[in-house]
């Protein structure tokens, strides 16, 4: 069974502050997905890491996915409170197979 | 704007009823899943579905629920006979491809509620 943990589950900062959060698994995925996910809403893709090692950024998120493909980190800079939310991860099987979710970081980002 | 749509966003039923939840592709796709998430808990997969057929399936997505494309566009899942249990938001989503290309997009859910 595949599992990926989040860390921290909850994260309370100032705006202004850097944050960053680890999602780890001791298996190694195809392609591991970022989701930001509002209430009562679905999950919204943010980013997909392919390759090991790789780093992508949007705007003030970056990625990274760990060289063995097991891990994956997102760090914000500057954060404002229009990031507070639910932020996922979810590492995806080989041959388009099922997606594994992280139980979610909640992030709250106080003025 | 979703890459696919659900319907209905939200369904009430009562215990031991059927009910089918339906997910409407924007345009042509070929791998599609059903996942839920039962309030405060993680998203959760139930099945995974490529050329009209079952590819894959959890321990959740047992006989009570079942999929099917019936007519080449909307994918639907239904569940026989409702559990208290059931009670969630299932999200349908659709996939690009095979092996790491995969990138799957989910539609905004239909919230079931099993009194």
């Known amino acids: 069974t595949q599992l990926l943990e989040q860390s921290p589950q909850f994260l309370s900062i100032q705006e202004g502050e850097n944050l960053t959060v680890y999602c780890n698994s001791s298996?190694?995925?195809?392609?591991l997905q970022w989701y930001r996910q509002e209430p009562g809403e679905g999950p919204v893709l943010l980013v997909t890491v392919v390759t090991g090692g790789e780093v992508k950024k949007l705007k003030r998120l970056t990625f990274q996915f760990g060289d063995a493909r097991k891990d994956s980190s997102l760090h914000i800079t500057a954060a404002q409170t229009g990031d507070t939310g639910l932020y996922l991860c979810a590492g995806v099987g080989a041959n388009a197979g099922k997606s594994t979710f992280g139980d979610g970081t909640t992030l709250t980002v106080k003025p | 704007e979703p890459e696919v749509t659900q319907t209905p966003s939200h369904q009430v039923t009562q215990m031991g009823q059927e009910v089918i939840l339906r997910c409407v592709p924007i345009?042509?796709?070929?791998?599609f899943y059903w996942y839920r998430q039962i309030l405060g808990q993680k998203v959760e997969f139930l099945v995974s579905?490529?050329?009209?057929?079952?590819?894959?399936k959890s321990e959740i997505f047992d006989d009570q629920f079942s999929v099917e494309r019936p007519d080449g566009s909307n994918f639907t899942l239904k569940i026989r006979s409702t559990k208290l249990e059931d009670s969630a938001m299932y999200f349908c989503?659709?996939?690009?491809?095979?092996?790491?290309?995969?990138?799957?997009?989910f539609g905004a859910g239909t919230r079931l509620s099993v009194l």
């Open positions: 579905f490529y050329n009209n057929e079952i590819s894959e």
């Open positions: 345009s042509n796709h070929l791998y």
């Open positions: 298996s190694v995925f195809s392609s």
């Open positions: 989503a659709r996939g690009t491809g095979p092996g790491a290309k995969n990138i799957q997009y």
